[in-house]
């Protein structure tokens, strides 16, 4: 398992070790963009399959349903036969997928497809973190959980420039056919990246393999399992409680035009990813519990600009200050959920615990839909209860949580990470 260390060695960076954060945090960045597609298209795709927004915002429940899956296939043979192979695997099939999408002749297909992709996505968070957390410095692991979580965020700004700029012309059945493009990175990967340090580490000898220690440190840190999954409830509720429905929201409630649909969201992301990087990096300096706290709880006074402004100014600064907030407190999570869980788990049980807390978030999009339309079409006040909510359950849940900022990967030997370079 992981031991702490009050005062580890500065590494310095190197060209492998910077190939994987770019492979670590383009992985996550496509594959949000990818997954945010949807959330700008509701709309276009219930029109084209002649059906209920609420029916077609089923794809996003199936989607999150389903990520748990594929974070246990995908980490379990990534803890066999390591990050790199299996994070090229991935992400070839959730590209391939999303351009399958695009050709779906009715909704049935539609949905079937959503779910499948559910399973793709599902391996990517946790492979693509364990390999991008195992190969950095330990100095610098505060910063790239907010630079690594940032990803998602960009991931949903590209994906609202792209709505913005190409939606009139190729129609969201472009827009899912665009989402081809992650093949190019699984050929960066393949040439450029290094498999983690850790895991060849782990792995031992062919003369003295080590034996996997899954099953044992499961069942020695249960607790800290049913802690994190409760956790990722709450921040899976937080994020995709502030993200999924507000373009719907913009479009019907304000009946904003894409345009304007886009510079809000183009906005809000920037926030969103200034903010991840600058509390990721701020957590290691004063903790990763305090900045998780400070940021979850100064999103409370931001939601009723965000939610219940009239106009698109107010709006568009209501969205910037709250995903500011929501994506800051976001930004620690990678390095949090890998230091607390022990060795030989890495590649399976933060992903598994984070998408396990987006199958308990999966009804967020219906949840909110209904209300929505049992109040006369009122989205904001339905992502405002959501939201407030769990922003005092996560600052009250990581008030007793354990500190993590010292944590040292045990298995990691002291020449995985040479200086120079």
Wanted: positive net charge; aromatic residues 12%; glycine residues 10%.
């Amino acid at each position: 398992m992981s031991s702490e260390a009050t005062h580890a060695p500065k590494e310095t960076w190197n060209g492998a070790q910077r190939s994987t954060l770019f492979a670590g945090v383009g992985s996550w960045t496509l594959d949000a963009f990818d997954y945010f597609i949807l959330v700008f298209v509701l709309d276009a795709v219930a029109h084209g399959f002649d059906a209920s927004i609420t029916a077609v915002s089923l794809a996003i429940t199936l989607t999150l349903v389903m990520r748990p899956v594929g974070a246990l296939i995908f980490g379990a043979v990534a803890e066999k036969i390591g990050r790199k192979p299996v994070l090229m695997i991935n992400i070839v099939i959730f590209a391939v997928i999303e351009l399958l999408t695009a050709l779906a002749p009715n909704l049935e297909t539609f949905l079937t497809l959503r779910v499948i992709y559910g399973v793709a996505m599902g391996g990517i968070w946790g492979v693509a973190s364990a390999l991008t957390m195992e190969t950095i410095p330990q100095h610098a692991r505060g910063r790239v959980s907010g630079i690594f979580q940032a990803g998602y965020p960009l991931g949903y700004l590209i994906a609202s420039i792209v709505f913005g700029l190409c939606f009139d012309a190729i129609g969201w059945r472009g827009m899912f056919a665009v989402g081809v493009v992650p093949l190019l990175l699984a050929v960066f990967i393949f040439f450029f990246v290094k498999e983690s340090p850790v895991w060849l580490a782990a792995r031992g000898t062919p003369e003295k393999p080590k034996k996997p220690a899954f099953w044992p440190a499961v069942a020695k840190h249960w607790k800290v399992l049913i802690f994190t999954v409760v956790l990722m409830a709450a921040f899976n509720y937080f994020s995709h409680g502030t993200q999924d429905m507000y373009p719907t929201f913009l479009q019907e409630q304000h009946g904003f035009g894409s345009g304007t649909v886009s510079v809000i969201a183009i906005s809000y992301n920037i926030a969103a990813i200034i903010g991840g990087v600058l509390a990721g990096t701020l957590s290691q300096r004063y903790g990763r519990k305090k900045i998780i706290m400070i940021f979850s709880l100064l999103a409370l006074p931001c939601i009723p600009l965000w939610a219940f402004a009239t106009g698109s100014w107010g709006l568009g600064i209501g969205a910037f200050l709250v995903q500011f907030m929501v994506q800051g407190a976001w930004g620690v999570i990678p390095a949090y959920l890998n230091e607390l869980m022990p060795e030989g788990t890495r590649a399976i049980l933060p992903g598994f615990v984070y998408q396990l807390g987006n199958v308990i978030a999966s009804p967020n999009s219906v949840l909110q839909a209904s209300i929505a339309s049992h109040t006369g079409g009122n989205y904001g006040l339905a992502m405002a209860i959501v939201a407030g909510s769990v922003a005092i359950i996560i600052a009250v849940m990581i008030y007793f949580g354990k500190e993590t900022k010292n944590t040292t990967f045990v298995d990691r030997p002291a020449s995985a990470t040479p200086s120079g370079g």
